[in-house]
């Protein structure tokens, strides 16, 4: 099946671990659109852990490289963490559940990793 989010370099913040963190979250996008919802609770559960992890990495490279827009930046990953413990706490349970995880993930990489994260450069 097509992918339906395509890594491109333009989106590389130049970090490596944190453009490797991006691809991984790419993947997992991407799954969540390949499955039925019986399935949807596997994806969500790591995502979940994979970007608490994410964030923390990127918020603390951020820091290192004393990049000037962190706050607000860190205020989006607040936004996105509080909409994904939403869907969380519910559970993917039917296929409008799904739905509504990947709309969430059509969001973040949209307008996160594909507009903000790629200004975070060194
Ligand atoms: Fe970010």
């Not at 949807?40 to 990495?57: Q, S």
């Not at 939403?86 to 559940?97: A, D, F, L, R, T």
């Not at 709309?103 to 990489?109: E, G, R, T, V």
């Amino acid at each position: 099946m097509e992918k339906m989010f395509l890594w491109k370099d333009e989106f590389e913040t130049k970090n490596k671990t944190i453009d490797d963190q991006h691809k991984k979250i790419f993947e997992l996008a991407n799954k969540s659109f390949t499955v039925s919802y019986k399935k949807g609770n596997r994806i969500l559960m790591e995502l979940y852990k994979y970007t608490n992890y994410h964030f923390r990495e990127e918020e603390a490279y951020m820091k290192e490289i004393n990049y000037s827009d962190i706050k607000k930046h860190k205020k989006l990953h607040l936004e996105l963490i509080t909409k994904l413990n939403k869907v969380s706490e519910k559970g993917i349970n039917s296929e409008n559940e799904l739905s509504q995880l990947q709309s969430l993930l059509w969001f973040w990489l949209k307008n996160h990793i594909m507009e903000e994260d790629k200004k975070i450069k060194n």
